[in-house]
């Protein structure tokens, strides 16, 4: 298994030193920096040991994916540049869960909105898949988003996309927070990549609880030995990261 650390890149420096595999940052921030800015983290990413090996919140909020507000080609230039940029940087795998853009509106039904989800994964996959990246979708909890809130209905939607560049991802903060069986895991099975953080807080795995256990054997089980980023809240980032990565390593190896 490999370890990340969702950070931003002003963090790398911290990332490297706690030993961590690779960072992964937001591809809407990754995006937004000016090419100046962009060139120098390029320039001092290459200097050191760690990529950008996974990115997350894949759509800036003000992005529209689905109903009357979607504007195609300005999500085909973003992810263009989006892309390019996370491809530099060593970028193979971008989360899908952006949770507002993805929203169904009111004014659709769940039916024309999901019919209408499934059309734009394939084609944010295939405008993916041209920069070598494959998508994962993310599973998120209700209070974040109105549809794909568990990892059943992910692989359903995954299975509706089809393509091989469509990944799914498994989180375990969003699995307590919608109650869902850790052995979801082993009937899905084929995962691209995780998250791990804790229910209460969305704190760090600072310690072997039940729930960071059954989670890392609910993986074992299913036979997935990729990437997991520690994606939560802390207060002491540099102490909590480098506790809960020992956590990690002594239970998943």
């Known amino acids: 298994m490999k370890y990340g650390l969702c950070a931003s890149l002003e963090h790398l420096e911290l990332v490297e030193r706690l030993g961590f595999d690779y960072i992964e940052c937001a591809a809407s921030s990754i995006a937004a920096y000016s090419d100046g800015e962009f060139e120098k983290i390029l320039t001092r990413l290459k200097a050191g040991p760690l990529r950008v090996e ?7 909020r003000n992005i529209n ?3 009357a507000a979607t504007d195609q080609k300005i999500i085909d230039d973003y992810l263009e540049k989006a892309f390019a940029r996370v491809k530099l940087l ?17 004014t659709c039904t769940f039916r024309e909105g999901y019919a209408e989800l499934i059309g734009m994964t394939k084609r944010i996959a295939g405008i993916a898949a041209g920069y070598g990246i494959t998508i994962a979708i993310e599973p998120l909890n209700r209070e974040e988003t109105n549809c794909i809130n568990s990892l059943t209905e992910g692989a359903m939607l995954q299975a509706a996309v089809a393509p091989d560049t469509v990944g799914l991802l498994a989180d375990l903060y969003h699995m307590l927070r919608e109650h869902e069986p850790m052995d979801t895991i082993t009937a899905v099975k084929d995962l691209s990549h995780t998250h791990i953080a804790l229910l209460e807080g969305r ?13 890392l054997t609910a993986l074992k089980n299913a ?5 997991m980023s520690i994606e939560g809240t802390t207060a002491d980032m540099e102490h909590d990261a480098a506790q809960a990565l020992s956590v990690l390593r002594s239970l998943g190896g």
Do not use: C, H, M
């Open 54 to 60: 996974r990115v997350n919140v894949l759509f800036p």
């Open 65 to 67: 994916l689905i109903g």
């Open 90 to 106: 060593g970028g193979t795998l971008a989360v899908f869960g952006s949770g507002k853009s993805r929203s169904i509106p009111q």
């Open 203 to 215: 704190g760090y795995p600072l310690a072997k609880t039940r729930e960071v256990e059954d989670f």
């Open 223 to 227: 036979g997935y030995a990729g990437t």
